[in-house]
DNA sequence: TATCCCTACGATGTCG
DNA sequence: CGACATCGTAGG
């Protein structure tokens, strides 16, 4: 029989006969694909191809069939060989195109089918024993249907027992499951109490019990995307070492096959898609957080947290003392945690979704994708030249010794100025690319090597300015696409329906955009330049010099710039008239911008050597907002107590112009830390391990800290964020560290807080109006010392 | 499946 | 003591 059905696909795999796509039908059935058409293929040089023949036939592999294209011929071969012959041809040749791409990935891009919309597929339904489907078709044709894709989520989260420190999966139970869906809000435990909301709460026998009734929940409720935070590394692989322990199969697949579970791989559900979502907040969100845990994460989306702060500790005591009023918190803490995964995936899954569409991967894969694969996808699905293959770890590590010169960085004048303006380039090196069709095809090519071209000052290179490159047309694509979007964003209001997914896209196109110049300049990179890498930064620091020099002429006192920004004092220069010029004399779609103008600025000196600090300083907005960059209040290896006074100070002065006011303010700081009138908490400094612990070769405090944790059992590994203070004694400040759990307020040393903390995250703005550091301190002296 | 680029500051330890 | 290396975090 011939049916033509809509589904939305969730799952790829290959097997013998072909590609095997898992869908969903639009009435919730499961529909099973098969597609023997499929026939992807790669390139190689033509004098190849008879070698290539023969060494197939030596290993009884099939080719399809090839075609010649030019130099090149295009070799078909089905998916049950495909990764064989590539390997054998690449034995064979070193020039070889669009071999080593994973077929699960380039299926969709192969087949011009969106995996997240709606899609069509016409064929003979056929029966087969192997996958838990409702319908299985043959597929004859595959199309999408282009209609949006809203995967309906199933979030969890597990609870487990501690008996140390951290949890065991080898002794430590799970206590409670939480799922959450649209229509299920449950949480699932084997200790019973009284306060349960029957609705919410649903009690099993034990533990084994537990988690039978996870992979029968997951069964029934036959979700679309099964989403965790955290579930990679702690979940799902808690969940298959207690499962293992008493014989139960996780098996949600659709064949009953359980789920693949390695610490090291996102786990995999045949059929199923299944998302830890902490990925894709790490590696794309820009976020603006030091610390991706689900608290911090959904407080910056959703602008709330998780119900308070349980520990392993306080977690393991709730459960064996087993109070009624305590088990029922932990129960809604469950829930609550699961709630918020669920969402932070519903926030985040507009801008997937617009990623998975620009690039042609699955959702799953968009889950877990880096910037540099984002970039690479959407090239490759766009593509109109061949696609190279991945470099090899010798040319990675080659690639990587030769370095290139970045962005301009003015240093700043060093005082506090009013009437400040600031302008930036729209997307600056987005824009250079596009403007001189920078790619690495139109390197030094013979059209233009006597007239013509774009060439960067000092570069023996130039770029094609006849012949249209690759990077630029999809660079351009981008920029205008973000710009329609931002333009109909600006008359939409934020409650309108279209709103969210207006902005869901604009942000896509947004990182896709900006991480392309850092692609070409990627050692790992397929389509790799250094000439392109560096020749953007080149065109980057000569337009923002130009920019300042005309800004100057035009009578703006130039304060700072960095890269594609300039901040100028006024000095009653007409801004729009200035844009006008500089925006004519620009190459489009090169644009210089004003971003904002404000109240009042501080740029600050180096602290070490002389001159103004790069990459520092303070302002205030026209709104009364004060906004810092670089300085000690925005960095999280500070304590609180400097960044608390820094800012204090900093405001005082742009508010207020009162320097006197500002000392009075830091002379009573002083005295309450010398008091300790203050909070443990504000005392704590954070440092997180970027390595292991074993690998460091400087003792600093925050590693001898961390040393003392591990010592207590704890886990210390690379991310552990080290919270410690600084206690009085020896001279080295890493010999008088403590743990900040550890900690009680007479331990701390109020002269290192004094002195290396507030004073030094201060004293550089008090010497801008002829303060020494030693008045400073003196007049500490003096005011308790009275008259003296 | 490895993690887009370079520029910069500053704290602290280490070594001669 | 000073020069330099190591390390973390930030800006764009």
Redesign the pocket.
Known sequence: MSIEVSFYPQDIAFAEEGAIIFGITQDKKRILILDRLYVPYFLLPRENLLKLRDACRENNLQIAHTQYEGELTRVFVKPKDFVEVARTAKKISSKLYNSDI?LKKRYWVDKKVNPSTLCKVRGEVYSQMKYRADVAVNAEHIESANVAYQPSILAFDIETASEQAYPDAKKDPIIMIAFYSENTKRVITWKRFPSANPENVKFVDSEAALIEEFVQTIKDNRPELLVGYGSDNFDLPYLATRAKKYNIKLNSGWDDSEIEIDA???AKITGLPSIDISYFAR?IL?L?T?NYGLDLVAKKLLGKGKLGKLGAAKINEIWSVGLDEELKFLSDYNLTDAQLTFEVANKILPVQLELSKLTGLALRDIN??????L?EWFIIKNATILIPQKPSPAE?YAR?KK???????V?PRPGLYNDICCF?FRS?YPSIIASHNISPETINCLCCQFRGGYRAENSKVWFCSKKPGLMPALVKDLVERRKRINEILKQTPSNDASFAELMARQHALKYIA??F???M?????RFYSYEC?SGV?ELGRKYIGLVIREAEKFGFKVLYG????LFAETQGADAEKFLAIINSILPPPMELEFRAKYKSGLF??????S???????ALLTEGGSLI?????A????WSNLAKKGQTEILQILLEENDIEKAEKHLHSLISKIEKRDVKIEDLVI??????PLE??????????AAKIARDKGQAVGRGF?VRYI?VAGGD????RVKLAEDASIEDYDPE?YVN?QLL??TY?IFELFGYSLEKLKAGQTTLEGYGN
Not at 611 to 617: H, S, T, V
């Open positions: 994973p090291r791989k996102p590696r820009d603006d030091n877990y994708i880096t910037y540099g694969a970039v990675i990587r370095s290139y010169v970045g962005g301009l960085v240093e930036d600056l900006a991480a110049y850092g692609y300049g990627y050692p790992g990179s890498a930064t960095d890269t594609d920004s600050l000196e180096r602290k070490t050597g001159g103004g600090a790069k990459k520092r300083y810092l960059r670089g300085l000690e925005i960095r999280g290896d954070n440092v997180k391990l970027t390595r690998t460091y070769q400087a003792q600093g405090p925050h590693v001898v964020a600084v080295k400040v890493s010999s290192y290396q030094r995250a550089k």
